[in-house]
């Protein structure tokens, strides 16, 4: 049984900064992507970020320059750092863990955040 599960969400005024944990733990092998999405009120859920096991990443046009991803492989556990908060960030982010054997990846439940003054 695989568990992913994320932290570090909460409320930021804007231009403020957050950064979420995700970290995956039982019977997971062999892990590839790590990525991060989020889905806001009536949106349909979007790729924020993703890093490969090799450490090549990819970002949305709309974080770039803001946003960061990095994973400790050791630990099973994938980072975003947020910088530069915008009330439009404001989402579920949600994190998931693909394998070599399991490409579509395991999800968490989500993390709440909300970026309002």
């Known amino acids: 049984q695989v568990q992913v599960v994320e932290s570090g969400g909460g409320l930021v005024q804007p231009g403020g900064s957050l950064r979420l944990s995700c970290a995956a733990s039982?019977?997971?092998?062999?892990?590839?992507?790590m990525g991060w999405y989020r889905q806001a009120p009536g949106k349909q859920r979007e790729l924020v970020a993703r890093?490969?096991?090799?450490?090549?990443?990819n970002y949305a046009d709309s974080v770039k320059g803001r946003f960061t991803i990095s994973r400790d492989n050791a630990k099973n556990t994938v980072y975003l750092q947020m910088n530069s908060l915008k009330p439009e960030d404001t989402a579920v982010y949600y994190c998931?863990?693909?394998?070599?054997?399991?490409?579509?990846?395991?999800w968490g439940r989500g993390t709440q955040v909300t970026v309002s003054s």
């Open positions: 890093i490969l096991s090799g450490g090549s990443t």
């Open positions: 039982g019977s997971i092998f062999s892990i590839n992507a």
């Open positions: 998931n863990v693909g394998t070599f054997y399991y490409p579509s990846g395991y």
